[in-house]
């Protein structure tokens, strides 16, 4: 079916900014703060039977905030010797989820094992799922902590947050436990100049980012995908080792595995901050009685090196994957961290100018 009352969207923006320039130009600082809402956006309705008997169409229904801000400065030292320029620049944006569709306060969309929340009040996706709350060490300890109705546990498999304290674990005892979309973004560039060489030095990053990652990265043996354990997996539950990281070793299928790797929990949760080098470059400009008794204008040779650092406690995936596309849609599968690592690059050149 189609909807005739299709319209565009609609945006509201407010923004406000400063720039200045001190100390002889060599201060250069700009400040901006951005509030938008855009409103009528086209989401596919809820309220709508199953019974309906045909595709409905999407609606002008939903309605989104993006608050923010940026600041960037630089600063140049010219000197006899040697010329530096700094250059830094950070910013934040906060998304909220101001309505969503017809007679709906919230979507939960499955993904695997966890679970992508949409909540008027919050960002606009955000991961939901359980609580952990270490592991189960005796068997008073079995018979007395909550636990999913007919479930099996044992020493080793993990227990969980009972939110509301009815003594069980189920869909009420679920929590929002991080936002996909990263806060805090950050730049640095250095350059530097002396007599004919020339360095520079851009790192980037992102304070702070919530990613949910489930699949063979986390899960030891993942449904016999490569039928291996990675090194971040062997601090697992023992009776030696009773506070792991991770709970006891279960086969798939098993009634441990589904306790600990068939619930969506934030035991998939991962710190993805990270600062990384992202590229460094360092010249040499051949002077210019050289190259002019070969009529060349400009000779330069240089050396690079790009992702050479990456600073962040997310070890064993690059820090910046994830599941959503463009649109943030939920059409896209959970992160299985199956992508290739981030290319660590090292090159060189020569630049020549007739």
Excluded: C
């Excluded at 949910?212 to 990265?217: D, H």
């Excluded at 991770?246 to 035991?267: H, Q, V």
């Excluded at 470059?281 to 008794?293: D, F, I, R």
């Excluded at 790009?306 to 599968?333: A, C, Y």
Aim: net charge positive.
């Amino acid at each position: 079916m189609g909807n005739p009352a299709l319209t565009w969207e609609k945006a509201a923006t407010f923004n406000i900014g400063v720039d200045a320039s001190l100390l002889k130009k060599r201060l250069e600082i700009s400040l901006d703060y951005f509030n938008k809402t855009t409103s009528d956006i086209l989401y596919t309705r809820r309220d709508v039977p199953q019974i309906f008997g045909a595709g409905f169409p999407d609606f002008n229904v939903a309605k989104v905030k993006n608050r923010g801000w940026e600041m960037r400065a630089s600063y140049n030292v010219a000197g006899k010797v040697f010329s530096h320029t700094f250059a830094v620049n950070v910013a934040d944006n906060l998304n909220e989820l101001v309505a969503l569709t017809s007679g709906a306060q919230e979507q939960v969309e499955r993904k695997e094992e966890f679970e992508l929340l949409r909540r008027v009040g919050q960002p606009i996706t955000v991961y939901y799922g359980y609580k952990t709350n270490g592991f189960y060490q005796t068997l008073d300890e079995i018979n007395k902590a909550p636990k999913f109705a007919g479930s099996t546990v044992t020493a080793g498999d993990l227990k969980f947050v009972d939110k509301n304290g009815d003594g069980v674990i189920d869909d009420k005892d679920k929590f929002i436990l991080g936002n996909p979309f990263p806060r805090y973004t950050f730049g640095f560039t250095y350059n530097v100049t002396f007599k004919g060489f020339d360095f520079s030095a851009l790192i980037q990053g992102v304070g702070k980012r919530d990613a949910m990652i489930r699949g063979e990265q986390v899960e030891p043996f993942h449904f016999g995908y490569g039928g291996t354990m990675y090194k971040h997996q062997t601090d697992y539950w023992t009776p030696t080792n009773p506070n792991a990281k991770y709970p006891r070793l279960a086969e798939a299928g098993s009634a441990s595995n589904t306790n600990n790797y068939r619930t969506g929990s934030d035991i998939y949760l991962f710190d993805a901050s990270y600062v990384r080098l992202k590229n460094v470059q360092l010249g040499y400009t051949v002077p210019v009685a050289l190259t002019k008794k070969a009529k060349i204008q400009n000779v330069r040779i240089y050396f690079t090196a790009q992702n050479i650092l990456t600073l962040t406690r997310l070890q064993f995936i690059d820090p910046e994957i994830t599941e959503f596309d463009n649109n943030t849609g939920f059409n896209t599968g959970a992160n299985s961290a199956r992508a290739y690592f981030l290319p660590v690059f090292y090159g060189g050149g020569i630049n020549i100018t007739f």
